[in-house]
């Protein structure tokens, strides 16, 4: 089922223009930012309050760096330090 | 030697002795494979972000080593049949480790740490701030 590309850009355009947010990659502009899963607080800024990974239209990370804290969060839901869905949370 | 770093959770209601034998038994374990430790951390008592085994709190312990795949498949076998641990996690950190420069640096990026927490945090832009849910799950169910 090949959507036609036509159809993509336009839905494309109009949800830029929904958020209209100057985006960029927070990690590639500071270099001594570091992704790490050990660090909760920080990687609470990119799930949501369900617990949902933001994805990077909104985020504005470059493609290296989503994929580096996609792991990290994985990883630090493991070790419970962000949680895997808001249902199982009684903290925040 | 590739060098490692494994956190693990204990149980908040472990008496001391447990605790002090398990860690003893992880030390007792990497030296055994020739490992090193680079660094060892007790980050304490936090709050987990979701019930395990009943527990709203455990204790965290951090540890960064050197060792080889041997070190790691012994170390995850005690954690899993101690029942100390409820949560472990080994990541694997590099594959050629210089022992004594990773520790300076580990030193120092331990007290780059606890300068930057003195200092307040500036307020960082929202990235929530247009965005909510509900237009993440239209999207998708345009995409349907």
Redesign the interface.
């Known amino acids: 089922m090949h959507k036609p590309k036509f159809d993509r850009r336009e839905?494309r355009d109009r949800?830029a223009s929904?958020?209209g947010?100057k985006r960029y990659c927070r990690f590639c502009a500071d270099a001594d930012l570091r992704i790490d899963?050990?660090d909760?607080r920080a990687l609470n800024?990119?799930i949501?309050?369900?617990g949902?990974i933001?994805?990077r239209r909104?985020?504005g990370n470059c493609s290296f760096h989503q994929r580096e804290l996609t792991t990290a969060i994985k990883?630090a839901?493991?070790?419970?330090?962000?949680?895997?869905t808001a249902t199982?949370?009684?903290?925040r | 030697m590739r060098e490692y770093e494994t956190i693990f959770v204990t149980r908040p209601d472990g008496n001391e002795s447990q605790s002090t034998q398990l860690l003893e038994r992880v030390d007792k374990i990497i030296e055994r494979h020739e490992g090193t430790i680079l660094q060892k951390k007790n980050w304490g008592r936090k709050e987990l972000a979701y019930k395990v085994k009943k527990y709203n709190q455990g204790i965290y312990h951090y540890y960064n080593y050197t060792g080889d795949t041997a070190t790691v498949a012994d170390l995850e076998r005690t954690l899993r049949l101690n029942d100390l641990p409820i949560k472990y996690l080994t990541v694997k950190i590099a594959d050629k480790v210089d022992i004594e420069a990773r520790r300076k640096e580990l030193a120092e990026a331990e007290k780059a740490a606890v300068a930057m927490s003195a200092v307040p945090r500036e307020k960082e832009e929202d990235i929530l701030e247009d965005f909510s849910e509900d237009s993440i799950d239209e999207e998708e169910a345009d995409n349907a």
Not at chain 1, 88 to 91: A, D, F
């Open positions: 839905k949800f929904k958020f947010k899963y050990k909760g800024y990119y949501t309050e369900r949902k933001i994805p909104i985020t990883r839901r493991i070790i419970a330090l962000i949680p895997f199982q949370v009684t903290w």
